[in-house]
């Protein structure tokens, strides 16, 4: 890496923001200017279909000194799209922030006086959050889950507003997992972490690109990505019906030796045997998830694929 490292990177993921980037633009980078710090902006298009592209390619021609754009040849996500801005960031604080002005880039200044404080990892918590009411009651539940089963203590895991110290990015740079969820595992390699309330605003432009199902996976992607706690609970779950039914075949013979036979528990079996079934399919279904991020592991393909990069000589490393 070249010897004029700047103190600050902002990292972006952008995909079909057309609609949004000149207003982020006009607000970004007199918000970076006002700092008195040496920066660079990253804008990462995840295989944008709109004319997202084009925009940054003229962003970058007006403000090639602090201005780089990494082109992916698909849509690989938003956290493999951060995580190919990560690869190329040089600052020695990095922040992520999303393109959609739902987090004010103003706020940028509240993270670095804090990192400036000695943190060296920075979470944030959306203020008088601007989403459905569905979105912040499913995020609250999955927060408090996501807590009990991994251990990592963040409040607001949703808002992408953080900002990381170097070493941590380049812990999380060495780190080969494949699916990965970049605020905990910032967490894990943290020292000093903390949490700040910044502003979070409506989105003016363009529709959020997280669907219920996106959100539901993603979420299952952290559970499962860093704790064995789901499968701890499945195999305790099946020690304790397989107690159950032994038991209870036990007084089902019990019965049929002093009773008799009866018709009118039969529904009482199906319905036992519809539970037991569904326990069944549950298990299944979990163990499959953790096998497939095994074979994804496995299969040892890129995380992301790079097109083209756009940066001035100078930013070249």
Known sequence: MNNTMPELSVVIPVYNEADGLESLFERLYPSLDALNRTYEI????????????????????????????????????????????????????????????????EEIQKLIQKMDEGHDYVGTIRRNRQDKS????????????????????MTDQGC???????????????????NTFIPALAYTYAHTPTEIEV?????????SKYSLYKLIRLNFD??????????QLFSFAGILISIFSAVFVLYLIWRRIFIGPEVQGVFTLFAIAFFLIGIMLFG????????????????GRPKFVIQAILESKKNET
């Open 284 to 299: 299944i279904g979990l163990l499959g998830e953790y096998i497939g991020r095994i074979y994804q592991q496995v299969r």
């Open 199 to 207: 502003e979070h605003e409506s989105r003016i432009k363009g529709e």
């Open 160 to 178: 992408m507003l953080r900002a990381y110290d170097r070493a941590i990015i380049d812990a999380i740079n060495q780190s080969s997992e494949i």
């Open 134 to 153: 569905w979105r912040r009651i499913a995020s609250r539940l999955m927060n408090r889950m996501r807590e009990r089963l991994t251990k990592i203590h």
């Open 42 to 105: 990253i804008f990462i298009s995840d295989g944008c279909t709109d004319t997202s592209p084009s925009m940054l390619k003229n962003q970058f021609l007006l403000r090639p000194d602090v201005t780089r754009v990494i082109l992916l040849n698909g849509n690989h996500g938003q956290h493999m799209a951060i995580l190919a801005g990560f690869s190329y960031c040089h600052g020695r604080k990095i922040v992520t922030l999303d393109a959609d002005l739902q987090n004010p880039p």
């Open 222 to 231: 952290l559970v499962t990505g860093f704790s064995v706690v789901p499968l």
